[in-house]
C-alpha cells in the first residue's frame, strides 16, 4: 500500500500523539500539600533484625511518580528519609510485563508466578506468604488498603486463587487466617454474595469488631478488626480524606500491643489508577497521600526501634516521564507511553534493623527473601 508524503506524515503525528500525551482537561485539585516533619531518626547497627516489618506498597509508584509528587510537596518528601535503597525487576512468570496479581505474589511470598494468579505457583499450587509466615511465628498481622481489601495486591499476602477475579473466593480465604486487622474497602464480597453466605457474622463469631465506619474504626486500640470502609474500593484522594494514614496508624497501634511483633501491609492502591488514566493530578494526590503515610510509618519506626519500614512497588504504571515542573510553585508536567503497566524497574526503600539487606537491583521476589530472611533467621 503506497501513501503519499502528507498522509504519512499525518499517521506520524497521530501515532506520536497516542503515545505521547498529557491530558490537559483534567480538572486541578486542591493537592494534600504538607510539611515534612523533622524526624530524629536513630542510628541502627548493621546486622540487627527487626521485631516488626512494615511493607508499603505503592501501586503502579515509579521514580517519576515520586518525582511528581516531591515537585508538588515543594522538594520534599518523607521517602527523602531513607538512606538505604535499590530497585526491583517486576517481570512475572509468563510476562515481561507483570499484573498487580503476579507483582504481589512475588513480593508476598518469593514465587514468580503468572498474571493474574493469587499467591500460588505457576502450576496452581498455594504457596506460603510472609503474613503466614509472621503468623507462625506468633506475630500479629494486618493488611490495609485503599482498594478493596480482596484486590490483587492485599489479597496476594492473604488468599490463594488461580485468578484475581475471584473476589468472593478471596474473602473466603480471609477466614482461613488468625490476622488481627484489615482495613480497606470490598464489604460486597464479604456480605452481599451469590452463595447468600454474609462471612461479617463469622469473622464476629471469631471475636473481631466488624466495622464500617472509618471514625469508629479509628477508635479501636485494641483487639481484632475488620473494618471494611467501602462496599467496593475506596474513593479516590480527594474525596476518602486521610483514611490511608489513619488506617495505617491505628492498624500500627492495634498490631504493637503483640510483644512478640508484627506484619502489617500498606498499600497505597490508586497511583496505580491515575497512571492507567494518564491523570498527573490523580497520580500525584495518590502519591502524596501514600507519601504521608510512609511518614506515619517512619514516625512509629523511629520511636520504637525495632521496626523495618520497607516502601516498593508492584510496578511503574503509564510510562510517566516529567515534561516540565517548578519546585517553588509546586507545578508538574507529565508525559505518558501506555495506560497499562510497564517493565521498568520500580525503588525499593527501606529504613530499620536489617534495612541494609536492601540495596542495590533484586528481583521483586529479593524481597520476601530477604525479609523472610530477617525474620526467621534463614
Known sequence: MKYTLSVLLVLIAINVSAQFHYNEEIKTHKFPVYKVDNL???KIKEGKKPENIILLIGDGMGIAQ???GMTVNRGMLYLGYFKNTGFSKTYSADNYITDSAAGGTALSSGEKTRNGMIAMSPDSLPVETILEIAE????????????SITHATPASFIAHQPSRNMYEDIAADFLKTDFEVIIGGGYDNFAKRKDNRNLLDTFKDKGYQVLTDMKQIEDVKAGKLVGLTAGEHNPPFDERGDMLPKAAETAIHILNTNRKG????????QIDWGGHANNTDYIV???LDFDYTIGEALKFAAKNKNTLVIVTADHETGGMALSGGDYDSGEVKAS???KSHTGIMVP?????????EFRGIMDNTDVFKKMQKLLTNK
Open 336 to 338: 505518558y507511553t501506555t
Open 262 to 269: 508484627f506484619f502489617l501491609m500498606i498499600e497505597g492502591s
Open 348 to 356: 525499593v526503600f527501606a529504613w530499620g534493623p536489617g534495612s541494609e
Open 136 to 147: 507462625k511465628l506468633g506475630k500479629s498481622t494486618g493488611l490495609v488498603s485503599t482498594s
Open 285 to 287: 494526590g495518590e502519591m
Open 40 to 42: 530524629d531518626l536513630p
Open 66 to 68: 515520586i518525582q511528581a
